[in-house]
């Protein structure tokens, strides 16, 4: 690969964090990993910086099948399936009935990404809102954290949480809204997750909402290959690039680097039971189906 997403040049390695920390949210397939050395070697680049371990997240049933073979690959990965909120136009109840038999593999430790996306005009919201409420259930019939994806639907992801009732866990990836909608989470019990926007200049909003975060409420992510960190916006992403983020949030909420990436690395085993897994024992059996090819 000529780069992290096979497009793109990836930035110079970031320094080392001081404590081990885990990368909340990201996309390895998208990345441009295909097979399990790319898993390796991807996963080997970030445990050089101090991100040691990485959930790998599915947006559609290819990216679900190939997520759950990559954490049958490699110890350091673990695997979120759902389908996204603009793959939903034409969603069948086979495609939902897969996901439930992917999202019950051990190795996968949350229903996601689901949510609503009204920036991109892929799905219509009223289909959008009926495969979120089914993940809703899903995640809470399973046991497992639902993890969200919201974009410019803020209104309605909470809304549907309240009427639907969240599961036990509830984690906003790539957390977009500002300080007043942070605390209304916060409140609720639900799990902000902060990927390299929270470190653009323009961010202030954003940036505020970091800052009122409890720390045990707190994750940070890349979003890989998307939303590369400052100070390398527009180049490729993924898990190693994680420590700028994590240095954004330590400086904004005034807390070390050391305990902003040991306190988010706590909440990672926390929230997605780390510590509990199954270890890799070889690939997963019946309803994985076919790595994706990339």
């Known amino acids: 690969m000529s780069g992290a997403d096979g497009r793109r040049e990836r930035p110079p390695a970031p320094e080392p964090l001081p404590a081990p920390t885990v990368d909340a949210h990201t996309h390895l397939d998208a990345c441009g990993c295909v097979d399990a050395a790319d898993v390796a070697a991807a996963m080997d680049r970030a445990a050089a910086v101090g991100v040691t371990r990485a959930v790998t997240v599915a947006d559609d049933l290819a990216s679900a099948r190939w997520a759950v073979q990559a954490a049958h690959w490699d110890d350091r990965v673990v695997a979120a399936v759902a389908l996204h909120p603009t793959r939903t136009a034409a969603l069948t109840d086979d495609d939902h009935a897969e996901i439930e038999r992917l999202a019950r593999d051990p190795r996968v430790v949350a229903v996601g990404e689901t949510g609503l996306d009204y920036y991109w005009d892929y799905s219509p919201p009223a289909a959008q809102q009926e495969s979120f409420r089914r993940h809703i259930d899903l995640a809470k019939r399973i046991g497992k954290p639902l993890m969200i994806h919201d974009r410019d ?25 500002d300080a007043a909608m942070a605390r209304e989470c916060s ?19 954003l940036q505020e909402a ?7 409420q707190l994750l940070a992510e890349t979003d890989a290959p998307f939303l590369t960190p400052h100070p390398h916006r527009g180049r490729a992403n993924e898990p190693y ?5 994590v240095r954004a949030l330590a400086t904004l909420r005034g807390v070390t680097d050391d305990q ?19 270890a890799v024992a070889g690939l997963p059996s019946a309803g994985a189906g076919d790595a994706r090819s990339a």
């Open 241 to 245: 690039c994680l420590p700028w983020t």
């Open 210 to 216: 970091a800052v009122v975060v409890p720390e045990d």
């Open 153 to 177: 639907a803020h209104d309605d992801v909470l809304r549907i949480l309240r009427e639907e009732g969240a599961p036990e866990t509830v984690v906003f990836h790539c957390f977009s809204g």
């Open 187 to 205: 409140a609720a019990g639900y799990v902000l997750s902060f990927a390299g926007p929270v470190t653009f200049r323009n961010a202030r909003a």
């Open 260 to 278: 902003l990436a040991a306190s988010t690395a706590g909440t990672a085993r926390r929230v997605f039971r780390l510590d509990g897994l199954p």
